[in-house]
């Protein structure tokens, strides 16, 4: 009995914490109540459907079992006398046959309605396309149209009512099954190895919003951040510019370039304009920016990157990048280098 009228608590309770969520933007937290993108706005409206109707039928069969239970309790002048038998009634069946059933039929529709709407959505002349790769642990992050390739972090202009700007985004695996999942934009869709999945979003206000692989992928899957950051259109093309422009040749970072270029890094890691072509590892043209590092497991700064760069295994157990075993003498100006890439 006591869970029964526990689950009214929780939903007051996740409604306070939605009505107390920030809506300016910065969305620190991650809140399903507090949609700021049309995708995330359909399924909002039908939780809010799905929430209503279910309290309503919570209410209703709670109120007549408390009704039940009090009005007909045992009273000590009923002691020796059996209670009227009722068998079966057919109205009270077919009640509750019948509700349920136009209940469930007015679900299917509005939830069809709402499937049809976003995955049939046809991406306006100005949209922007990204291709997003999950690896085990981080995200890979593609511009085709712009010839940009970053990781963890999302950027993309906002959409504004006189201007729409919906992101389409082609959903690719490496290795083994992800979810992208940005809860205030849309809603969760795989990322299947061999297979492509497609989804949309149109963030609706500039801001940081934070997601995570919603697909349980191995060891690290919680060290699987996203961030998705919303520029107005200026902030954006001057990200995209600085995005394109080659790495800067920091006079000071050379020692550390050699050691880059010297050790196996190369293998794993993209530097635009230079030998290091590997796609297993993020690409690292402009690393230092992107605020977190390790696909959010800690904020990208000198000391940490020093720390990851040292022995990424105790940051990120398990984690892909091995321990290179380096000295002080070469882990200081490499840090040096990868802190020049800007
Ligand atoms: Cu990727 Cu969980």
Redesign the pocket.
């Known amino acids: 009995m006591s869970y029964v009228f526990q689950i009214p608590l929780v939903l007051c309770w996740s409604l306070a914490a939605a009505l107390a969520a920030p809506g300016d933007g910065s969305a620190s937290v991650t809140n399903i109540f507090a949609p700021l993108s049309t995708p995330a706005e359909a399924i909002y409206e039908n939780a809010l459907l799905v929430l209503v109707i279910c309290a309503g039928i919570f209410l209703t069969v709670g109120g007549l079992l408390a009704y039940t239970i009090i009005r007909f309790r045992r009273r000590p002048a009923d002691a020796d006398r059996e209670p009227p038998q009722v068998y079966g009634s057919n109205q009270i069946e077919l009640a509750w046959t019948v509700v349920p059933i136009l209940i469930v039929f007015v679900l299917i529709l509005v939830t069809a309605r709402a499937i049809y709407d976003v995955q049939g959505a046809v991406p306006p002349p100005d949209a922007l396309n990204v291709t997003v790769v ?1 690896h085990q ?1 981080w995200w890979e992050i593609r511009y085709p149209e712009l010839g940009i390739v970053t990781a963890n972090e999302l950027h993309v202009p906002v959409s504004e009512p006189t201007k729409r700007r919906p992101t389409f985004l082609r959903l690719e695996s490496a290795d083994v099954a ?2 992208f999942w940005v809860p205030q934009l849309a809603g969760k869709t795989d990322l299947i190895p061999n297979r492509t999945n497609r989804m949309w979003i149109e963030p609706k206000q500039p801001g940081t919003y934070l997601g995570n ?1 919603a ?3 191995g060891t690290q ?1 919680a060290h ?1 951040l996203l961030r998705v950051i919303v520029h107005s259109p200026d902030e954006f093309a001057q990200w995209v510019a600085a995005q394109r422009q080659p790495p800067v040749e920091d006079p000071q970072a050379r020692v550390g370039r050699e050691v880059f270029f010297s050790t196996s890094c190369v293998n794993c890691h993209t530097i635009n304009g230079t030998q290091a072509r590997g796609t297993f590892g993020p690409d690292l043209t402009h690393l230092m920016s992107r605020d977190t590092l390790a696909a959010g497991a800690a904020p990208n700064t000198h000391a940490t990157l020093r720390a990851w760069v040292r022995d990424p295994q105790t940051l990120k157990e398990g984690c892909l990048m091995p321990d290179m075993q380096m000295t002080d003498r070469e882990l200081d100006p490499l840090v040096t280098y990868l802190l020049s890439l800007k």
């Open positions: 999950g642990w992800h979810s692989c697909e349980y992928c899957h699987m």
